[in-house]
């Protein structure tokens, strides 16, 4: 069974950077990655994607500030978030889509698993 947990959340100024963090278990290696997020009231929508080869999507709201990257020897997953503004305050979520699944995607539909998430609060 994925197990994914999430960590590196926190409170900062606008402006300011957080790199959030997502460790993998139990058979995460060569699956499609995302980064969600949430906020109250809010649907969940998709933020950044990783695809089996390393390749990255993002949501165009966060495309040259947020970067995804993994580390496969250490099962994680990263999200650098630079130039963070207020309405990036957000549940910040990881998730694994199932074997199957070749592309990235933002679409929350395509994950199979799911993190506890972790929270982003940026003040203006």
């Known amino acids: 069974q994925v197990q994914l947990v999430e960590s590196g959340g926190g409170s900062v100024q606008a402006g300011g950077s957080l790199r959030l963090s997502c460790a993998a278990s139990g058979g995460t290696d060569r699956r499609v990655m995302g980064w969600f997020r949430q906020a109250p009231g809010k649907k969940r929508e998709g933020v950044a994607g990783?695809?089996?080869?390393?390749?990255?999507i993002y949501a165009d709201s966060v495309k040259g500030r947020f970067t995804i990257s993994q580390d496969n020897a250490k099962n994680t997953l990263y999200l650098q978030m630079n130039s963070l503004k207020p309405e990036d305050t957000a549940m910040y979520y990881c998730?694994?889509?199932?074997?199957?699944?070749?592309?990235?995607?933002?679409?929350?539909?395509?994950?199979?698993?799911w993190g506890q998430g972790t929270q982003v609060t940026v003040s203006s």
């Open positions: 990783i695809d089996r080869d390393g390749r990255p």
């Open positions: 998730a694994a889509a199932a074997m199957s699944r070749a592309t990235a995607s933002l679409n929350p539909n395509v994950y199979a698993f």
